[in-house]
């Protein structure tokens, strides 16, 4: 009887060794890859900018996400909604080419972002009061300034854009 239990006991080892070699049984050992994680979202920063002569250039960025959460590694087109507005190069520098507004979009496959670009070269600056008089030390005064520009907008006509630049509390008399 303890030698029928030895035959039986050697009989389980055996296949259980058969098993183990053999990958415990799977198919073959060896599991599917994962599907590799594919281009979520692409995003320029900054989202907008303004040009503000013909010429001038400002550097994009681009961010590629991944389905899994992780930053992609791959390169991105550049491409300029209007180029007679703005041109964009292969690493994301744009320039100022005429007086609108146009987008600039990074494409990675089917999935893309964009920014708005203003170009405007048409601008004044008004700051209020345009004077102003300090009498005695420490004497502060408030100032405004606004920015005035006209935009070329995609359609063909031209904006006039008002923006309050802020004010400014400035002022020192010395003696």
Not at 28 to 43: E, F, R, Y
Not at 61 to 81: D, Y
Not at 117 to 129: E, F, H
Not at 153 to 159: A, D, K, Q, V
């Amino acid at each position: 009887m303890i030698t029928s239990f030895f035959k039986s006991f050697a009989r389980v080892v055996a296949i259980a060794a058969v098993f183990t070699a053999c990958g415990g049984g799977s198919d073959g050992g060896t599991t599917p890859p994962l599907p590799a994680p594919t281009v979520q979202s692409v995003s320029i920063t900054p989202a907008s900018a303004v040009l503000t002569s013909v010429g001038a250039t400002r550097a994009l960025t681009s961010e590629v996400r991944l389905s899994n959460g992780s930053a992609g590694t791959q390169t991105v087109t550049w491409t300029s909604g209007d180029a007679t507005i703005a041109t964009v190069s292969a690493t994301g520098s744009v320039t100022a080419v005429a007086r609108g507004q146009t987008s600039v979009t990074a494409t990675v496959g089917s999935v893309s972002g964009s920014a708005t670009i203003v170009v405007v070269t048409s601008q004044t600056i008004t700051v209020m009061p345009s004077t102003a008089t300090l009498t005695s030390l420490g004497q502060t005064a408030t100032l405004t300034a606004t920015l005035t520009a006209e935009v070329r907008l995609s359609n063909g006509e031209y904006e006039r854009a008002d923006r309050d630049v802020g004010e400014r509390h400035a002022g020192r008399r010395d003696g």
